[in-house]
């Protein structure tokens, strides 16, 4: 929400699991969906004397991630133990990154390209690991039924990013996840599956206030329980009118007396927030290096080879296709949304037909649709780059016109026919110049009114001709068929 | 001899050579035990049935010449805070009393690896927190010397069952003197190695950066052998090292040759027993007779040892033991008895028209955590969550912890320039000898000024080994601390066998009682 009466300043803290085999400091599976309490050992159950392990691999992603967002890697880096009683934390403790994170002060650039705002970097404070705890489930609506704890969950490693206050509106929060969400994505190091807890978002939200006293904030309000992207913009905006309203009414400033930091829950259903009764713990979660674990040491070539091997990230990508290919920030942002393996298939095409616009509609509209309807992801796309390029190559020699280029498309899908088998099978010949030309010559013959109307300026009266041309020879291009009619009456 | 006076040495050629089984070497430990133990509560549990199949198997298997590991069927007790599958493993305290552990602990693996028999398991000041085994909620442990006395802590046990000869080894542990100073009471030989010369996994933690895992015997040579068989590095360990392991017993012959030992000024001082001091000063002219030199040293910063360690055993502690709720296994206190109280302090608050005060009582949750923790935890642990809680506090953290991990640096500074200069620093390994059952129990800081000694060798990390160099007037044992620099384990046991080579404290058994 934008108000010319205040501006809104949100941070956000998102946990993201990665994608490793095992958690984090044990050699439990990870996979989603296991029966409750199947994949779990002495290490991630906190038994007596059980210690944790550091799972390199998770290390890695976060490492790579961190990079990808242009993070500083400090030299070292430890784990700190997080204290707090809950059943779900069958340690007690979290095993977390308090004063030496693995990586601090990085950014992610976002954009819009319909231009709700401007392009900016948002700041990420730091990106951290941290040891995922397990669910709890409660059943409230027989108030003395137990509680079940399912800690097949605990100990999946979480990297948590942390965000500056940057964004100035609910769209550019929705803006920074979905292109931190595509990072993920082509990094290649989680699912970010929000719906499967993979990726979780919580957000830091108040308002600035230009009052007849000069600059006021109104309390911060953390909000939580934010299940899509869409649930983020909306509580966001939601929660920006509703702190304006307490403002008007209150005037609670950040700091003052009652301007503590509070909790609030979205309510998707009703599409409000609620105040979440405040945590029983203490804040204090009494910090301390987790003796049982030793140092990370991450040295300087190690970060340059990781920089060096990413693979291509979004916004280069954008940046190339719009450049290479002259399509617009809105086709761009279409395609690289649609991940990795679209972007290659769309330059594959592009480059063989040497027509980015054309590939890019086509990939847009005819591929897209197709790959919906069939419920399938390009990988699992029957027709290949290169037969569909060669396709939308003879669209732009002229030797078949869109409409039949979208029925041959739909044989070479359908039957898995090559771009010649399609043709064939349709009947699809390319008419020979001079053929063309006679045919050409024979219709203006016959069609003496057609020719006084073109003569006399009305150049639409040449459709009758395409017309005759197509019913006698239905392989015939209209664009030739006008081109050389056109011609022939010029030289009448 | 008889079976059960013998060193696990000679016993070990005896099993080897066939002239003795290590069922029949079991059995008389076994039968010892019953007889004895009910006077001395060495142990917490026994093992009888798994113990003689375990050692069945292996006569079987030495009988048909098939491979039996270093420890060729020796009995060995291990204390109760080391994690055995299948078999209760209680840190002496109410809150694990009927804890059955899913997995061995690594030691354990490689102890049955090695053909030792595990007996049982043996008692200990509850989570390894006292040093005189009182703090057990199994009953104290009584010194095999004299039953009116403490066999030290907090392998009271295991050391205690040493000395009376109802096991040739014992495993124990050593968080801040925990295996020496019972040695030192019970007197037997009793090493804490190098912090990562042993695996913690499957250790119960008391004070993650402190504790190790260390053996206890009756002669530096049986240590040497049940050392070699606890010792290596273990992947499931990330503090373990991976410094290959020597051949302790086939170093332990070589004597040291030009010799040079410290003797720490500040630890003839205030509170120093006058017949202990006597013993150290007798054990450094063995050395001197032996060809070594002696100089003094001075560790300046030891005088705030047991200040630091207070400070940061507690704090790790108290993160430790914060898994210990009742949620997920052991001890829980009564639901229906929480539930209940809590329904009428509710309804007392609605019925005198204190709402809000009704609003603000625990939750069913909050409540059953302190009535659990209150209940399972005994008073010596309880404390040191206190005192661990605060001092890792908000605002107290960088007066309290933090600073107590500065003067942990200084401490091994203080080792590392010592050490510069003589190979071995040799002292008293308590400032007296075993007390009476009772007389500190009430009075923790004279308990804790106790360890004055042995904490510092666990806040640098170095190795460190209590040899019987001596007795009272009134027949208690006192012991003598070698330390050693870090992965020095070699040293320390040449050192303690040469000392033994040329006395007979070790070899010294107390007459028990009926
Ligand atoms: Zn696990």
Redesign the pocket.
């Known amino acids: 929400m934008t108000h010319d009466a205040f501006q809104t300043i949100i941070g956000l803290e998102v946990h993201v699991q990665l994608q490793t085999q095992t ?1 984090l400091f ?3 599976s990870t996979a989603f969906g296991a029966p409750p309490n199947t994949q ?2 002495p ?2 159950i906190g038994m007596p004397g059980a210690l944790p392990v550091m799972n390199g691999k998770a290390y890695q992603l976060a490492l790579r991630t961190a990079v990808a967002l242009h993070c500083e890697i400090p030299r070292f880096t430890k784990w700190d133990r997080k204290q707090y009683y809950y059943p779900d934390l069958p340690k007690g403790y979290q095993i977390s990154q308090f004063d030496l994170p693995m990586s601090q002060n990085g950014h992610l650039a976002i954009s819009d390209p319909s231009g709700v705002f401007e392009p900016k970097k948002v700041g990420i404070i730091r990106a951290h690991l941290e040891d995922d705890a397990g669910k709890s489930m409660h059943d409230e609506a027989a108030s003395k039924a137990d509680s079940r704890i399912d800690l097949n969950r605990t ?1 999946t490693p979480l990297l948590e990013i942390v965000s500056e206050p940057d964004m100035r509106s609910a769209a550019e929060a929705r803006a920074y996840l979905s292109e931190l969400k595509l990072l993920l994505m082509y990094l290649d190091v989680s699912d970010c599956n929000m719906q499967e807890g993979s990726l979780r978002v919580d957000a830091n939200i108040n308002l600035h206030l230009e009052t007849s006293h000069g600059k006021v904030a109104t309390p911060i309000v953390e909000v939580k329980n934010m299940n899509s992207f869409r649930a983020v913009e909306r509580a966001l905006s939601y929660e920006a009118g509703r702190q304006f309203e307490l403002w008007e009414e209150r005037h609670i400033q950040l700091g003052g007396p009652g301007g503590h930091k509070t909790t609030r829950g979205w309510d998707d259903e009703v599409q409000v927030t609620r105040p979440q009764r405040e945590k029983e713990e203490s804040s204090d979660y009494r910090y301390f290096p987790d003796p049982d674990l030793v140092p990370v040491i991450t040295e300087t070539d190690h970060v340059e080879e990781v920089r060096r091997n990413l693979d291509e990230l979004p916004a280069a990508i954008r940046k190339r296709l719009e450049s290479k290919y002259k399509i617009t920030s809105y086709d761009t942002d279409v395609i690289v949304n649609q991940g990795r393996d679209f972007v290659d298939f769309y330059v594959t095409v592009a480059e063989s037909c040497g027509d980015g616009k054309r590939a890019s509609n086509w990939l847009q509209q005819d591929v897209l649709r197709t790959l919906k309807e069939a419920e399938l992801s390009i990988e699992e796309f029957p027709v290949s780059a290169d037969s569909l390029g060669d396709l939308l190559n003879r669209v732009s020699a002229g030797d078949l016109d869109n409409s039949r280029a979208k029925d041959v498309f739909s044989r070479m899908f359908n039957e898995q026919e090559s771009v010649e088998e399609a043709m064939s099978a349709l009947g699809i010949v390319k008419v020979d110049t001079s053929a063309l030309e006679s045919l050409c010559r024979e219709l203006v013959t016959a069609n003496p009114k057609v020719v006084a109307d073109v003569q006399e300026g009305k150049s639409q009266a040449i459709g009758a001709l395409i017309g005759q041309a197509r019913k006698q020879n239905s392989n015939a291009n209209p664009a030739e068929v006008k081109r050389i009619c056109l011609k022939i009456i010029a030289s009448l | 001899m008889s079976l059960i006076e013998s060193t696990a040495a000679q016993l070990h050629r005896q099993l080897t050579s066939g002239n003795v089984t290590s069922v029949e070497v079991t059995q008389s430990f076994l039968d010892h035990i019953q007889q004895h133990d009910e006077h001395y509560s060495a142990f917490i549990s026994l093992n009888v049935e798994a113990a003689l199949a375990q050692a069945e198997d292996i006569d079987r298997r030495r009988a048909s010449g098939k491979p039996v590991g270093a420890l060729g069927g020796l009995p060995v007790a291990v204390k109760d805070v080391i994690c055995t599958k299948g078999q209760t493993t209680t840190c002496g305290s109410k809150m694990l009393r009927d804890f059955v552990p899913p997995y061995d602990a690594t030691v354990v693996c490689k102890l049955k690896q090695a053909d030792g028999v595990l007996l049982g398991k043996t008692n200990m000041d509850e989570f390894a927190m006292g040093s005189s085994t009182e703090n057990s909620a199994f009953g104290v442990t009584h010194n095999p010397w004299d039953r009116t006395c403490v066999p030290g802590g907090s392998s009271g046990g295991a050391a205690a069952c040493v000395a009376a000869r109802m096991a040739p080894l014992s495993v124990g542990t050593d968080t801040g003197g925990s295996i020496r100073q019972p040695a030192a009471f019970c007197g037997v030989t009793g090493m804490k190695p190098t912090y990562g010369r042993v695996s913690r996994f499957g250790l119960v933690a008391f004070a993650s950066s402190l504790d190790q895992i260390g053996p206890i015997a009756q002669t530096a040579e049986d240590a040497a052998l049940l050392l070699q068989a606890l010792a290596g590095h273990d992947p499931n360990d990330s503090t373990s090292s991976s410094k290959p392991v020597p051949d302790f017993l086939r170093a332990i012959n070589q004597p040291l040759v030009g010799l040079k030992i410290g003797v720490i000024r500040e630890h003839f001082g205030e509170g120093l027993d006058d017949e202990v001091a006597a013993a150290v000063r007798e054990a450094v002219h063995t050395y001197q007779a032996l060809g070594a030199t002696v100089s003094d040293i001075s560790l300046p910063h030891n005088q705030y040892a047991i200040a630091t360690y207070y400070v940061i055993a507690p704090s790790e502690a108290s993160s430790n033991l914060a898994r210990y709720d009742g949620v997920h296994y052991g001890f829980r206190a009564n639901e229906a008895e929480i539930l209940e109280t809590l329904k009428q302090e509710r309804d007392t608050a609605t019925a005198t028209n204190q709402e809000a005060t009704g609003k603000e009582l625990d939750s069913e949750l909050i409540r059953m955590y302190q009535r659990t923790r209150s209940e399972g935890f005994g008073s010596e642990v309880q404390r040191r969550i206190m005192l661990g809680v605060y001092a890792l506090s908000e605002g107290y953290a960088s007066k309290y912890y933090l600073k107590a991990l500065k003067v942990r640096r200084l401490i091994r500074q203080d080792f590392d320039k010592a050490f510069e200069k003589v190979d071995l620093i040799v002292g008293p390994t308590s400032p007296t000898p075993a007390y009476p059952i009772g007389d500190k129990i009430a009075d923790p800081l004279s308990m804790y000024l106790g360890d004055l000694y042995t904490v510092s060798a666990n806040l640098a990390g170095i190795a460190g080994i209590s040899i019987p160099c001596g007795f009272s007037k009134t027949g208690l044992p006192i012991g003598l601390q070698l330390q050693a620099p870090a992965f020095e384990e070699e040293r320390l046991l040449q050192a303690a066998h040469m000392f033994q080579q040329q006395t007979d404290w070790h070899t010294k058994r107390p007459s028990l009682k009926n």
Request: aromatic share 0%; with cysteine; proline share 0%.
């Open positions: 958690k044990c050699r439990c779990t050992c290490v991630c100990g």
